[in-house]
């Protein structure tokens, strides 16, 4: 019964790699599009089709860390303003965090043509600087979190990931699925 099973999750994996595959390359359209798909599509028509196939596929992954990253972002925050109100980040980040903070929001103030960041302090920090502040307070989290080792692993290896995408790069499958796990671990632990 297990290896039918592992068998089975395994050859659909398989299939839902090659789907993926076969759709950023082209090769496999979904049914239906939308306005904004078509748009799209005619935008990036010119567009060298491994480049096109390789930016649906890393859509996928950033969105993945979009929404692993802005739940820790959530947790840590919810966590510290319950504990000590809306002026948590004064009480709670360490001297550098307070430094790049300062400096990213100086940035934005000469730099007021472009769209600035969500004001809160968090959102200036470094995807590293979460699981610092996780840390240097555990206190705070253990009832939530199976170990800081288990949070410092996970949110290391998604920050490689992130920086893999961040600079345009494509990550491979296997990096996209530990992603995917990492999430999943994430929202069943957290809750």
């Known amino acids: 019964m297990k290896r039918e099973l592992k068998q089975f ?13 076969l759709q950023t390359f082209g090769l496999l359209h979904r049914p239906e ?7 799209t599509a005619d935008l990036f028509a010119p567009i060298q089709e491994t480049i096109r196939g390789n930016s649906l596929e890393m859509q996928y992954a950033f969105r993945l860390l979009f929404v692993l990253e802005n739940t820790v972002r959530e ?24 430094t790049k903070v300062e400096q990213r929001k ?14 809160d302090p968090i959102f200036y920090l470094d995807f590293g600087d979460l699981a610092r502040l996780i840390g240097n307070h555990w206190a705070v989290f253990q009832d939530l979190l199976p170990g800081q080792a288990w949070v410092q692993s996970r949110l290391e290896e998604a920050e490689r990931s992130r920086n893999v ?3 345009t790069n494509v990550l491979s499958s296997e990096e996209v699925s530990r992603l995917e796990m990492y999430l999943r671990d994430w929202i069943k632990q957290i809750g």
């Open 75 to 98: 947790l840590i925050t919810s966590r510290f303003v319950e504990l000590d109100g809306a002026g948590w980040f004064d009480q709670r980040a360490t001297a550098p965090m307070k």
């Open 9 to 21: 999750v395994f050859t659909g994996l398989l299939a839902k790699h090659a789907v993926r595959d």
């Open 33 to 39: 599009t939308s306005d904004d798909e078509r748009r």
């Open 106 to 119: 100086e940035s934005e103030e000469k730099n007021q043509w472009h769209a600035g960041r969500n004001r």
């Open 165 to 167: 995408i961040a600079h």
